[in-house]
């Protein structure tokens, strides 16, 4: 069973920071695609960014020049650094693994339960 653990969501004012990570063992990060998708409140849940087990990375056009999703070999994590956040920033965020093609699929196979970024104006 493959259990990821998110953390580093919390409430902060638009134009600031934050660091969200997701921990998993080590074999999963370094070899998988991983992700980070959000769900607004009332909608989808949508693709934040990618990264494939080779390093290519993706990013919603929403926040591309923003967010950077990265892995840290050391802490065996894959983050996702928030910069200049916006309110419409706020939701749930989710990291999610898959096989490597996951990468190009977009069909993640396990979910993180979530952590809450709340953006505000």
């Known amino acids: 069973q493959v259990q990821l653990v998110e953390s580093g969501g919390g409430l902060v004012q638009a134009g600031e920071s934050l660091t969200l990570s997701c921990a998993a063992s080590?074999?999963?990060?370094?070899?998988?695609?991983m992700a980070w998708y959000r769900q607004l409140p009332g909608k989808q849940r949508e693709l934040v960014a990618a990264?494939?087990?080779?390093?290519?990375?993706y990013y919603a056009d929403s926040v591309r020049g923003r967010f950077t999703i990265s892995r840290d070999n050391v802490k065996i994590t894959v983050n996702l650094q928030m910069n200049n956040l916006k309110p419409e920033d706020t939701a749930v965020y989710y990291c999610a693994t898959g096989l490597p093609g996951s990468y190009w699929s977009r069909n993640f196979d396990y979910w993180g339960q979530g952590t809450q970024v709340t953006v505000s104006s």
């Open positions: 990264i494939s087990p080779g390093g290519l990375t």
């Open positions: 080590g074999s999963i990060v370094l070899a998988n695609a």
